[in-house]
């Protein structure tokens, strides 16, 4: 009987022992490791009067950019003096601003004055493919116009066999091809990872950033991939048009008398379009690697980079 109780004191719990450890374990990790169906955006701030005031904030803008952009697209459709290839992708940007604030600002409205920040993981993806879609091609829309007003200024006279219509249609459908391929590939790879833990995302969208420091796989790949496509997509397009206007400006300049004012008042448009798009953006994604107390504090600045852009270039 001594033999036998030895043997399962010594023997036999030591075995149970080791087994029932890694068993919590395993335990521990699926409790953590619960599958997220659902992310939180950031809302605004607590309080019905800042619930209101950030609702017809975001309200006003959106309308505004409506009516700025569909003023532009109606103008340069139905006015024929219009219809040459600066207007032509002018119209184009116009239309994809609109796409663009549709993607985000409507359902900011609607969780502002609820205060309801769910948002589904199906619905998460749809945002961040339009989102990245808009961006990368209205990246090449402002390059293709930063060519049309190269060819326009530098090589006049062979304008029209350049830019013809067939080279316009072309090239807008290259660049919603590319935008496709571009936001599928980034979307897709995200959503490939798994999402557990926290789903509170830092932004009163879904975008890259936020997903993926949410995600508890490796992101390494992602990293890469987003910092490859940013350094050859975004950094390709902005050293063609600074390439361009350093031609334009070199070429400007031996104008005679009042066609150097003239050329500027043209290109200077694109110029500050250019210039707040890639600011509205890196305003949105500096603001990732700050710390959620600093994050809160921004609250009321960080919303209206996205926007500025589609809200300004009508104005401009």
């Known amino acids: 009987m001594n033999l036998y109780s030895n043997c399962i004191n010594h023997d ?11 068993h ?7 409790t953590n490791s619960t599958m997220v169906t659902e992310f939180l955006l950031l809302g605004s701030p607590d309080g019905w009067n800042m619930r209101v005031l950030y609702f017809m904030v975001f309200l006003l803008t959106y309308l ?8 532009i697209v109606t103008v340069t ?7 040459t290839p600066m207007y032509f992708f002018l119209r184009n940007l116009s239309t994809l601003d609109l796409c663009y604030i549709s993607t985000t600002v409507p359902s900011a409205c609607v969780n502002s004055i609820t205060g309801n920040r769910a948002i589904s993981v199906a619905g998460c993806a749809m945002q961040i493919f339009l989102v990245i879609f808009c961006a990368c091609v ?21 304008y029209s066999i350049i830019m013809n219509p067939h080279f316009c249609v072309s090239m807008t459908l290259a660049s919603l091809l590319s935008g ?11 959503f490939r990872l798994s999402f557990c833990q ?37 950094g390709g397009c902005f050293i063609f048009i600074v390439t361009s206007y350093i031609h334009i400006f070199s070429t400007v300049l031996r104008f005679p008398n009042r066609a150097p004012s003239k050329a500027f008042s043209t290109c200077t448009p694109h110029i500050l379009m250019v210039s707040i798009f890639l600011s509205s953006g890196a305003g949105v994604y500096l603001q990732q690697p ?11 600045v960080t919303p209206w980079f996205l926007p500025s852009s589609p809200f300004l270039n009508p104005i401009i």
């Open 198 to 234: 926290s789903n509170e995302v830092h932004q009163f969208f879904c975008d890259l950033p936020s997903l993926l420091s949410l995600s508890c796989s490796d992101t390494t790949s992602n990293m890469i991939l987003v910092l490859v496509s940013v350094v050859f997509v975004g």
């Open 180 to 190: 496709l391929v571009y936001a599928g590939v980034h979307t897709g790879n995200t």
């Open 24 to 30: 919590n374990q395993n335990f521990q990790y699926m």
């Open 64 to 71: 505004s950019t409506l009516l700025g952009n569909l003023l």
């Open 290 to 300: 700050l710390t959620h107390s600093r994050l809160c504090f921004s609250l009321p």
């Open 77 to 83: 459709t139905a006015d024929q003096n219009l219809h």
């Open 12 to 22: 036999l719990l030591p075995l149970s022992y080791d087994f029932i450890i890694p």
């Open 138 to 158: 209205e990246m090449l829309f402002l390059t293709i116009m930063a060519w049309d007003r190269y060819v326009a200024i530098c090589q006049p006279l062979q």
